[in-house]
T-cell receptor, first 115, second 111 residues
Framework: ETGVTQSPTHLIKTRGQQVTLRCSSQ?????VSWYQQALGQGPQFIFQ???????GRGNFPPRFSGLQFPNYSSELNVNALELDDSALYLC??????????????FGAGSRLTVL | AQSVSQHNHHVILSEAASLELGCNYS??????LFWYVQYPGQHLQLLLK??????LVKGIKGFEAEFIKSKFSFNLRKPSVQWSDTAEYFC?????????FGTGTRLLVSP
């Protein structure tokens, strides 16, 4: 089975710009979650997508938005980038509706630097 | 709000020493508990999980964790660490909210 893949692996943006991060879920998984991991911190839940709709959101402003596609892949979009958005963005997939719904498989992450 | 606390931010051990990493969660309802590990240069991987049943759960690579409901704890243990256990360890919990992580513990095992 294929794991979770994310792109790009690294990118640099400037304040005010917009960024799109992409994620392909593990084969057989129908749910995608996004996390932000700042330096020295644990991953913070941004939101989750199930059946192409947002299914839970953490404490992040509306300029953080996402999409899930019919093939269960997902995008994270961040508008009006701020310096504090610099972090590792993690995508994780899982199978909602099963006993393993809470068992997440993580990708390697996209490291965003905002200058 | 649900939260997860990890007491040790950095731990340094010699090979063959015993390990115990503390984790406490704050949520009064039913929770699922996890330990994830992030080896240098690698992505987060599931080490072990507790959903229900036997409160002592065994994971990969000789790790185990004990769920103590009365203490809201889920401490990670390993009797004898190896240099290859050098990594960052994250405790996490689900309950009312989606998966909530602690801040992590960096473990350095010296040969």
């Amino acid at each position: 089975e294929t794991g979770v893949t994310q792109s790009p692996t690294h990118l640099i943006k400037t304040r005010g710009q917009q960024v799109t991060l992409r994620c392909s879920s593990q084969s057989g998984h129908n749910t995608v979650s996004w996390y932000q991991q700042a330096l020295g911190q644990g991953p913070q839940f941004i939101f989750q997508y199930y059946r192409e709709e947002e299914n839970g959101r953490g404490n992040f402003p509306p300029r953080f938005s996402g999409l899930q596609f019919p093939n269960y892949s997902s995008e994270l979009n961040v508008n009006a980038l701020e310096l504090d958005d610099s972090a590792l963005y993690l995508c994780a997939s899982s199978l909602e509706g099963s006993a393993g719904a809470n068992v997440l498989t993580f990708g390697a992450g996209s490291r965003l630097t905002v200058l | 709000a649900q939260s997860v606390s990890q007491h040790n931010h950095h731990v340094i051990l010699s090979e063959a020493a015993s390990l115990e990493l503390g984790c406490n969660y704050s949520y009064g309802g039913t929770v699922n508990l996890f330990w994830y590990v992030q080896y240098p240069g690698q992505h987060l991987q599931l080490l072990l999980k507790y959903f229900s049943g036997d409160p002592l759960v065994k994971g990969i690579k000789g790790f185990e964790a004990e769920f103590i409901k009365s203490k809201f704890s889920f401490n990670l243990r390993k009797p004898s660490v190896q240099w290859s256990d050098t990594a960052e360890y994250f405790c996490a919990a689900t309950g009312f909210q989606k998966l909530v992580f602690g801040t992590g513990t960096r473990l350095l095992v010296s040969p």
